[in-house]
């Protein structure tokens, strides 16, 4: 199993937040259980999805560096932005987000 697969099972019983596993291109992975209904989004749709395109237009810049920065020097790195529902609302969240030591993409861990 890759690296990113166990690091996202391993996450996603800690807590209630709301866990995201994605390529480094963005593509949502893998969501836990209550995403879906908290935001709306069939889990399907969601894995369809890139995790930048729900990301408010303003906010882009900060996922952006977040991700440069995290490709030159791994780090967990604390973010703030507001993320699209699936009836184009948008909610603010704070975000823990880590690159994966196989450099397979990021584990995200949500808040609201």
């Not at 184009?88 to 196989?102: E, G, K, V």
Request: net charge neutral; aromatic share 12%.
């Amino acid at each position: 199993m890759p690296i990113l697969a166990e690091s996202y099972e391993k996450f996603a019983t800690l807590s209630g937040d709301f866990f995201f596993a994605l390529k480094l291109d963005s593509s949502i992975v893998e969501v836990s259980s209550n995403v879906p209904s908290e935001f709306g989004f069939d889990q399907d749709a969601l894995k369809k999805t890139r995790f930048a395109d729900l990301i408010h237009p303003a906010d882009l810049v900060i996922w952006e560096h977040a991700c440069t920065h995290s490709l030159k020097i791994p780090s967990l790195q604390k973010l703030e932005f507001r993320l699209r529902n699936a009836t184009a609302n948008y909610t603010s969240l704070r975000c823990h987000m880590c690159f994966c030591i196989d450099r397979q993409g990021y584990l995200l861990k949500v808040r609201k």
